[in-house]
């Protein structure tokens, strides 16, 4: 829900985050039918998560919210799918008529749900969280829920001249609790504020939303994937499902998430998708090579890469490892 656009080709990491979140769904599917699920997300000009997600399975019923007139209007020309229905409303307005807009949008109520919060606006975060609670109230036993918060430190604040450290410390304090108003956690510290624990604070955040949303309703949130990455802005997102209490157990059985890499499973640390090498093409191909004879060393002819990544050859090779499969393609096309 914005009016800046993005290119994939320059947001690797959450090109990465949404190759992890399809494979996840794939794991989902064996316990409900995503392909019978219904798709909700903020599609943004051209539509394109829900262009994968209905490659992926197949969905039919998709809906995307989006504010901004100028973008709402983008997306009815750029529209991949007519099975997407384009909503011209807020967030909030939508959880707020949710049955209302399920219903003409014929979607059944019986009907499982994947609905994607996908933020980026940073000082709007307590809003964000109380849309985050209000959708999780919203919805039942194996609901895909999904939010992206912008997890950028500096929005913060930078320093000011002539600023004491710990007067800027505590000016990032203040804004930050501001920010997250009744839903801060416990234990923030100086280290929230700074780009290395500040997605942290959010994904606790998320935790204190899920936790209330679910409270006494005999449900609860289960996180599956949580990812930290930063390509030109830092983002958090969460991924997670909702249950019935006596559901957990023969969730995680059918879906075999416990075997998947990539499981969170607990709200102690996302995915750090940034470490991710960067890499060209060629790179890449010699890479896949190496990964073959698994010697946990790079050719002479790479070793410049140990300086350019800032990193020891045998991090550098698990870390391709890691997110092989995922890595984005792209190519240049003449239409």
């Not at 985050?132 to 939010?147: S, T, Y």
């Not at 802005?233 to 059985?253: H, I, K, P, Y």
């Not at 991090?315 to 092989?324: F, G, N, P, T």
Request: proline share 3%.
């Amino acid at each position: 829900m914005t009016k800046q656009a993005f290119s994939y080709a320059v947001r690797p990491g959450k090109f990465i985050d949404r190759a992890l979140f399809v494979e996840l769904l794939q794991h989902v599917d064996r316990y409900v039918s995503v392909r019978r699920a219904a798709y909700i997300g903020f599609g943004g000009p051209c539509l394109e998560d829900h262009r994968v997600i209905h490659s992926a399975f197949g969905i039919k019923k998709l809906v995307s919210i989006e504010r901004d007139g100028d973008i709402f209007r983008q997306q009815i020309f750029n529209k991949p799918l007519r099975e997407i229905r384009c909503l011209n409303m807020d967030a909030k307005d939508f959880l707020d008529e949710f049955d209302a807009e399920m219903a003409r949008a014929k979607i059944a109520p019986s009907l499982n749900k994947i609905a994607w919060l996908d933020y980026e606006a940073p000082g709007e975060l307590m809003h964000q969280l109380q849309s985050l609670q209000a959708l999780i109230k919203l919805l039942d036993d194996g609901d895909v829920v999904r939010i992206t918060l912008n997890a950028n430190a500096s929005s913060l604040g930078g320093h000011q001249e002539g600023e004491a450290e710990e007067d800027f410390r505590a000016r990032r304090m203040e804004k930050l609790m501001a920010r997250l108003g009744d839903f801060a956690p416990e234990g923030i510290s100086a280290e929230s504020t700074q780009h290395a624990g500040y997605y942290k604070v959010l994904l606790s955040a998320v935790r204190v939303a899920a936790s209330r949303a679910t409270a006494n309703s005999g449900r609860t949130f289960l996180p599956l994937l949580t990812v930290h990455y930063s390509d030109g802005q830092a983002m958090l997102t969460v991924s997670g499902v909702v249950l019935q209490d006596g559901n957990v157990s023969s969730f995680l059985r059918a879906s075999d998430l416990k075997s998947w890499a990539h499981y969170a499973g607990n709200w102690a640390e996302a995915e750090k998708v940034s470490e991710a090498p960067s890499l060209t093409l060629r790179e890449r191909f010699h890479f896949d090579q190496v990964m073959m004879r698994s010697t946990g060393k790079l050719p002479s002819r790479l070793a410049y890469l140990e300086k350019i990544q800032s990193s020891t050859p045998k991090k550098l090779i698990a870390r391709y490892r890691r997110y092989q499969r995922f890595f984005p393609k792209f190519q240049n096309v003449d239409i």
